[in-house]
């Protein structure tokens, strides 16, 4: 149960980080807009704070199939964006 919920609430957590990037328009008078130098630099650090979760095979069979694929995307996102070693899990699919 503890393990279920544990990947649950890593999945919300990396789904929220990956959803609420965006920001509103700032509104800045064109004297302030002169002090900011350069372009602003966005810096993802997510993949320091989530790292894969691989269920056991009781787990899978107590998932829905719709749960069941999101966690499995979950898991290809964070091999294409982290760049996660995951054991028994096809990268090429």
Do not use: I
């Amino acid at each position: 149960m503890w393990k279920t919920l544990k990947l649950l609430s890593t999945t919300l957590l990396l789904a929220l980080s990956f959803s609420s990037c965006s920001t509103a328009p700032a509104t800045t008078t064109p004297e302030l807009a002169k002090e900011v130098p350069g372009p602003t630099r966005v810096v993802d650090n997510s993949c320091l704070y989530f790292k894969p979760e691989t269920p056991s095979d009781a787990d899978v069979m107590a998932m829905s199939r719709p749960f069941l694929d999101q966690v499995t995307a979950n898991l290809k996102m964070g091999v294409e964006h982290c760049g996660w070693k995951l054991g028994g899990m096809s990268q090429g699919k």
